[in-house]
């Protein structure tokens, strides 16, 4: 079993839609929690990171739910540019080792 | 600031070929790691760095070599290239306690 799992997707949404994505972790010992974006053919970019009390970026929303081990992000208002493979990532162990374990990611493509 | 760079952006290697991709960060971050990508796999780690002098495993580690002689550079080295090693290669540097990882454009590796 992966570490950090996504449903792959892709989800196909229209403009102005409204669509959640879900990660799961395995490892209780995880420490931070935060979700990239990656563009095609490009490398990942920090979208956002995720806390205990939510966190809200704009029309994107963030929640970690630490008892059941998963991750969500919201993205309310589709546009055709948030159409890109998003994904899911943690840190765990002791002390601030800087690895990072990353999803498969999920694809959302959002037409017109 | 360049941020992280990679060298080359391209590369074809026959089986049994060995050679190195260079990563180099002009952020002064002490953290470095390189990732290979798959479709369907998301990243996975090779080798971290958490200072010069220092190296560690990640993931899928075998059949490859890193060293960090300095904070800038963290190259990787494929001794034996194998089909397998087709991917696209990431190398990513942090500073510890910033969330942020910022990572390279990427290295497109074919090994016929």
């Known amino acids: 079993r992966k570490e950090v799992e996504q449903d792959p997707g892709p989800f196909n949404v229209p403009e102005g839609a409204t669509v959640a994505f879900n990660c799961t972790y395995s490892n209780s010992a995880s420490q931070s929690f935060f979700w990239y974006r990656q563009d095609c053919r490009k490398e990942p970019k920090l979208l956002m990171s995720?806390?205990?009390s939510g966190n809200e970026d704009g029309r994107f929303t963030a929640q970690l739910n630490r008892a059941s081990q998963y991750i969500s992000l919201l993205i309310r208002d589709s546009k055709l540019s948030d159409s890109a493979t998003y994904l899911c990532?943690?840190?765990?162990?002791?002390?601030?080792?800087?690895?990072?374990?990353f999803g498969q990611g999920t694809t959302l493509q959002v037409k017109p | 600031n360049a941020g992280v760079t990679q060298t080359p952006k391209f590369q074809v290697l026959k089986t049994g070929q060995s050679m190195t991709l260079q990563c180099a960060q002009d952020?002064?971050?002490?953290?470095m790691s390189w990732y290979r990508q798959d479709p369907g796999m998301g990243l996975r780690l090779i080798h971290y760095s958490v200072g010069a002098g220092i190296t560690d495993q990640g993931e899928v580690p075998n059949g490859y070599n890193v060293s960090r002689s300095t904070t800038e550079d963290f190259p990787l080295r494929l001794l034996s290239a194998a089909p397998s090693q087709t991917s696209v290669y990431f190398c990513a540097s942090r500073q510890p306690g910033e969330e942020t990882q910022y990572f390279g454009p990427g290295t497109r590796l074919l090994v016929l």
């Open positions: 995720v806390y205990s």
């Open positions: 990532v943690v840190t765990h162990g002791s002390g601030n080792t800087g690895k990072l374990i």
């Open positions: 952020m002064n971050h002490e953290y």
